[in-house]
């Protein structure tokens, strides 16, 4: 019994394995672990390897003309383009901070290109529809008060879309009589200056590569690759590990009870 | 005689719960068309009890009555069965409703949420299914008291699993919380005070009836649930929908290119509910990797998927599950067909975020709470309200049965592996059951007051418990099995450090969460956030392990030799 004892330690060690059968399962789980760390992790590294921040067209198009807004020089033209900029930037989930900065800044602009008879006609408009909003929180008919609110903001893109150069049925023009406000917002020329640049710069600039850029049954390469296909391969991985090791219980006519 | 008592205690609080939702139905209004909440809502409440009273009578119906009746009813569940039933018990709130918020706020960073809770069974499978079925104990505790012969370690399992399964719950409560905020159109924290009563009933009846075979059907029904508005939504807005999770690449598409004008189809606009044009100015920050706009690093996104991986690994109702199948090759195919069965959903969930994203993209839509964007993404594209209804009742249920899993694993930790081996060794049968049962409530009672303090999104929440899980119940087992040296002093010192680790992570959390600022509070909260700190705990407490047990003396020789015989077969 002593003897017993000495001559076998009954090491378990999955690096050392004791017997041809464990030798083999050790090799399994090697290769495997090693496949999906490589096909998780490796794929991650190598999208952040590749990756180059690109800016969006419209980022490109704000820093082209947000010299000349600054110092007042700015076109017409150059003031549409700067408009439709803010409000591609609102029409993104932007934090509450930041939609109160680009608000203010595209009412500045808006108003800056308005003539003084649209101004006065848009700030008519602008109040009935916050008197329209405010009727809509009391009424019991609201979905007729929602109509009316429908058809004074149609109204309001309408106009405001042929002065702006903007496509009336666009989810940016839409956004215009949510963000337009009869009241100027408190919020000074100076902050403005300072921080939509950042804002810009924060969602507009993205990490891309050919990896994000190429297409897949229509995803994003990267995105189907994370969000499907990984999941494919861990099925395969468990699949394949339960074949391979039933196939060496059998070898080995190991019974499992 | 007990039988007889526990039919009417059953009986009882059946009907309580019947009567409770009852009530809750009494004050019938018509909801408001275009509302998205605060009405009370018949049809899904309906539902939820039907669905509530399927899964009971089920199991009244499956009943076993002992452990020996229960090992043969086991065995007649096919591999297909079982593998629905490690669904049905994985798949959560956190799957259910978390996961898609992720998506939603973070874009995608919220993918190394579907990546990592899926990923994890690879290592579960390779590594531990089949040995942890070989080692033949029952719960988590029996097996590290056992291998590490040491009760005090038997102890701290216990505590552990109490704690890990109390974290689990509250993402689970705050879920429940907010369906039933849904559901009932009352505010936050009387949704979570009602859900948590009817949760704790619904508990207490199917812990009564033992184990019970009825999560296939569960599993069914909440993948039906969560399937079916998906398939309305691709065919609604004119994409693929024969396969939706094919189909919605063209959305993802859309989002990231932008969508300026709404299709019309066949003559009419798309819209949403509101009347809003199916549009969205584009937003790349959706799809593309760790985008400074969502606020989130590439480390960050590495950190939450591994730790989310270890800890499916070392989470105590996951790895139970392996314990109770009548054989070892069983263990490892209901593996495959459980993780096939979650990829289901997970295939799935980032289609409602990508969906919701276009549909929310107007202001007048306003900020939604992301974790309930499911609900709210079918109900804003026009699926209809009962549909919607049955989705909402299946987060519940989903919430529902994870929960009282929990609440059923923790108590008994409390009254098996605590009560009984340690404070109170002569204690009858029946006073363990009053103890598993007063351990159910307060646990539920400490649970709801945690998810009405809102410390997080139901899928962070989920995330403390996988980190705590990896960073000391992983550990454990991973050396536990496969390394016969780690002795006891190796495993307290692992984890002592996952605790230390883990415990760092905690306080600066809920620090920052009152708004206290720690030393060095960036850089803590940045490495050692609560949703990730497995990343660094882990492989810590694997060191400490390993050179603790070196410089200690071996273990026992019977372990060594029941882990060379037994588990590795030599």
């Known amino acids: 019994m002593k003897e017993e004892k000495q001559n076998k330690n009954y090491s378990t060690n999955f690096f050392k394995p004791s017997s041809e059968f464990a030798r083999r399962n050790r090799n399994i789980v090697i290769a495997f672990i090693i496949i999906w760390a490589v096909a998780v992790f490796g794929f991650q590294i190598v999208l952040k390897f590749f990756e180059k921040p690109k800016p969006e067209h419209q980022k490109i198009v704000f820093d082209s003309v947000w010299q000349n807004i600054q110092s007042g020089a700015a076109t017409p033209a150059e003031k549409q383009q700067y408009i439709s900029t803010l409000l591609s930037a609102l029409g993104k989930s932007i934090n509450k901070k930041e939609k109160t900065i680009a608000a203010a800044a595209l009412n500045n602009a808006v108003f800056e290109i308005l003539s003084e008879e649209d101004k006065i006609a848009l700030i008519d408009e602008l109040n009935k529809l916050s008197a329209l909003r405010a009727e809509l929180q009391k009424s019991s008919d609201k979905i007729s008060v929602r109509n009316s609110i429908r058809e004074k903001n149609n109204a309001v893109v309408k106009k405001l879309s042929v002065i702006l150069n903007l496509n009336e049925n666009s989810v940016s023009a839409q956004l215009l009589p949510y963000y337009l406000s009869a009241t100027p917002l408190e919020i000074s020329v100076e902050e403005i200056k300072n921080e939509l640049p950042k804002i810009m710069d924060k969602y507009f600039i993205h990490n891309r590569s050919f990896l994000t850029d190429t297409k897949f049954i229509n995803f994003p390469f990267h995105y189907w690759y994370t969000a499907e296909f990984l999941l494919v391969l861990f099925l395969l991985l468990c699949l394949s590990y339960c074949f391979f090791i039933d196939k060496l219980n059998k070898q080995y006519s190991i019974e499992e009870n | ?570």
């Open chain 2, 1 to 570: 005689m007990q039988k007889i008592n526990f039919k009417w205690f059953n009986g009882y609080l059946l009907i309580i719960l019947i009567l409770i939702l009852l009530l809750c139905s009494a004050n019938i209004y018509a909801a408001t068309l275009t509302q998205l909440e605060g009405s009370f809502k018949t049809g899904p409440a309906l539902i939820l009890i039907a669905m509530l009273i399927v899964f009971i009578v089920v199991g009244l119906l499956n009943r076993v009555k002992d452990t020996a009746n229960y090992y043969a009813a086991g065995r007649k569940i096919s591999k297909v069965g079982s593998g629905m039933a490690i669904a049905s018990n994985w798949m959560s709130a956190a799957s259910f409703l978390g996961m898609a918020a992720m998506m939603y706020g973070y874009g995608y960073d919220g993918l190394a949420y579907v990546v990592g809770w899926t990923g994890g069974y690879v290592l579960l499978l390779i590594l531990m299914a089949g040995q942890i079925r070989k080692y033949g104990k029952y719960t988590a505790p029996d097996f590290i008291g056992d291998r590490y012969y040491s009760q005090g370690m038997r102890v701290f399992g216990a505590l552990l699993t109490i704690l890990i399964s109390f974290v689990y719950c509250v993402g689970q409560f705050s879920g429940i919380g907010l369906m039933f905020k849904w559901i009932l159109g009352i505010d936050y924290t009387w949704s979570v005070i009602i859900g948590s009563i009817v949760v704790l009933l619904y508990t207490l009846i199917s812990g009564m009836l033992g184990v019970t075979k009825n999560m296939q059907i569960q599993y069914v029904i909440i993948i039906v649930a969560f399937l079916i508005p998906l398939f309305i939504l691709t065919y609604k807005y004119d994409y693929f929908w024969g396969i939706p999770q094919l189909g919605y690449g063209k959305v993802v598409s859309d989002i990231v290119e932008g969508k300026e004008e709404a299709k019309v189809v066949n003559g009419e606009k798309l819209t949403n509910a509101y009347g809003n044009d199916f549009a969205i100015t584009a937003s790349p920050e959706y799809a593309m990797p760790w985008a400074k706009a969502a606020g989130r690093t590439f480390f960050q996104w590495i950190a939450v998927c591994f730790s989310l991986m270890i800890g499916t690994a070392g989470l105590p109702h996951v790895i139970q599950r392996f314990y109770v199948v009548p054989k070892t090759s069983d263990a490892r195919w209901s593996v495959v067909w459980g993780l096939f069965f979650i990829c289901l959903l997970y295939w799935s969930a980032p289609i409602y975020s990508a969906f919701g994203k276009i549909l929310s993209a107007n202001p007048e839509v306003g900020t939604l709470a992301k974790d309930a964007i499911v609900v709210y993404t079918s109900q804003l594209g026009k699926v209809h309200p009962l549909i919607v209804g049955l989705l909402a009742a299946g987060a519940i249920s989903a919430a529902f049965s994870t929960v009282s899993g929990l609440l059923i694993a923790g108590a008994s930790a409390f009254s098996h592996d605590l009560y009984v081996k340690v404070i109170n060794p002569h204690a009858t049968p029946s006073n363990q059951l009053l103890m598993a049962r007063v351990g159910t409530i307060i646990m539920a009672v400490a649970v709801a007051i945690v998810a009405l303090m809102e410390l997080g999104l139901i899928a962070q929440l989920v995330a403390i418990a996988f980190s705590l899980a990896g960073c000391t119940i992983f550990p454990l087992f991973l050396l536990g099995i496969w390394w016969g040296r780690s002795n006891k002093q190796g495993a307290i010192a692992g984890l002592i450090v996952g605790c230390l680790i883990s415990l760092i992570s905690l306080v600066y959390f809920v620090a920052g969460k009152s708004g206290a600022i720690l030393p060095a509070h960036q850089f803590i909260t940045y490495w050692l956030d609560a949703w990730y700190f497995a990343w660094i705990g882990a492989p810590l407490a694997i060191l400490a392990n390993i050179v603790v047990s070196l410089m200690t003396k071996e273990p026992p020789l019977e372990i060594k030799k029941f882990l060379a015989e037994q588990v590795h077969g030599v």
